[in-house]
């Protein structure tokens, strides 16, 4: 774990504090930065209108993928970090029923 305050809940690993910005990181896997590969997670969004997300190709905070599930706006959004530029790679609305803070989704990404 390099970033964010972690702990164990019902048996799994969780993020306990909410953040306002950047990426918290569970682990970065530097020999997996050249090779394809795919990661994923079941993510619980508690919050306010925060989000929950994947980082793929996380070099640093300022490089990296971001895949991102926002429950004020409905959306899931794929992100490219690049100098610690975001770049919106696509959008699109959640789907049906609408996202809710509590519920448990099943995130997979492939790099």
């Given amino acids: 774990m390099t970033s964010g ?5 019902n048996n799994q690993l969780a993020q ?10 569970v682990r970065s896997a530097s020999a997996l ?3 394809d590969y795919q990661i994923s997670s079941q993510l619980t969004p508690l919050t306010g ?9 996380y070099v640093d905070a300022n490089n990296h993928y971001f895949l991102r599930l926002r ?12 100098g610690g530029t975001f770049s919106l790679l696509g959008s699109a609305p959640a789907p049906s ?5 509590g519920q448990t989704y099943h995130l997979r990404l492939t790099v």
């Fill in 33 to 35: 930065a050249q090779a």
């Fill in 97 to 101: 029923p609408a996202l809710a803070l």
């Fill in 49 to 57: 209108g925060g989000y929950v997300g994947l980082a793929a190709r």
């Fill in 71 to 82: 429950v004020d706006t409905n959306n899931v959004s794929l992100y490219r970090v690049q």
């Fill in 5 to 9: 305050t972690w702990g164990i809940s």
């Fill in 16 to 25: 306990t504090d909410p953040i306002s910005s950047g990426v918290p990181t």
